[in-house]
């Protein structure tokens, strides 16, 4: 059984940067995408970013230029570095990786952006 542990979330200021990490319980090569997703209070659960195993990555608009996907092979774990946060980025976010048909998630992390 694959397990995903996020961490990182917490209440910050508009304007200001969070770094979200994401430890999976396996090599983190064995599955083809690893990437972040949010759901904020009445809304659907929504794409933010993925990192191919090669190391490419696509980014959802509304995050573009702003949060950076990475990943560390040797300590299983893929990252999602925020900055400038908006109000707008509340949302608990999730880690999800897939491995050709099937995708894990974490449990979340809640982050919260202050006006």
């Known amino acids: 059984q694959v397990q995903l542990v996020e961490s990182g979330g917490g209440l910050v200021q508009a304007g200001g940067s969070l770094r979200l990490s994401c430890v999976a319980s396996?090599?983190?090569?064995?599955?083809?995408?690893m990437g972040w997703y949010r759901q904020a209070p009445g809304r659907q659960r929504e794409f933010v970013a993925f990192?191919?195993?090669?190391?490419?990555?696509n980014y959802a608009d509304s995050v573009k230029g702003r949060f950076t996907i990475s990943r560390d092979n040797a300590k299983n774990t893929v990252y999602l570095e925020m900055n400038s946060l908006n109000p707008d980025d509340t949302a608990v976010y999730y880690c999800?990786?897939?491995?050709?048909?099937?995708?894990?998630w974490g449990q979340g992390t809640q982050v919260t952006v202050s006006s």
């Open positions: 999800a990786a897939t491995r050709v048909a099937y995708t894990y």
């Open positions: 396996e090599n983190i090569f064995s599955f083809n995408f």
């Open positions: 990192i191919r195993s090669g190391g490419t990555t």
